[in-house]
Structures are given as structure tokens and as C-alpha cells.
């Protein structure tokens, strides 16, 4: 389930805040980046869709 981020919404923590997060997600295993371009694409994977 791909999630989409849209620069222009205002999310209600830091960008600093989602991004360790996201790293932590990662670590995990819950999640899986890609680059595309200037942004880095978040995807969920196999585990993280079993735990959902």
C-alpha cells in the first residue's frame, strides 16, 4: 500500500520527526526506500503489510 506525501499539506510533526521515523521503520524492515529523482519513494514491506 503505497503511501503519497504532498509537499504542499503541512503534516502536524517536523519533517526531522518523519524522517527518523521513517528511519527507524526502515531498520525495522516494516518499510523499504527508493530514490526517485530529488525524493525518496516509501514503500511497505512484506512484514509491514502482515503487521497492518
Request: net charge positive; aromatic share 6%; proline share 12%.
Amino acid at each position: 500500500m503505497p503511501f503519497i506525501f504532498c509537499p504542499q499539506a503541512r503534516p502536524p510533526v517536523t519533517p526531522s520527526a518523519v524522517s527518523q521515523h521513517l528511519r527507524i521503520l526502515r531498520e525495522s524492515g516494516l518499510v523499504e526506500r527508493e530514490p526517485s529523482g530529488r525524493l525518496v519513494l516509501y514503500t511497505t514491506t512484506e512484514l509491514g503489510e502482515r503487521l497492518l
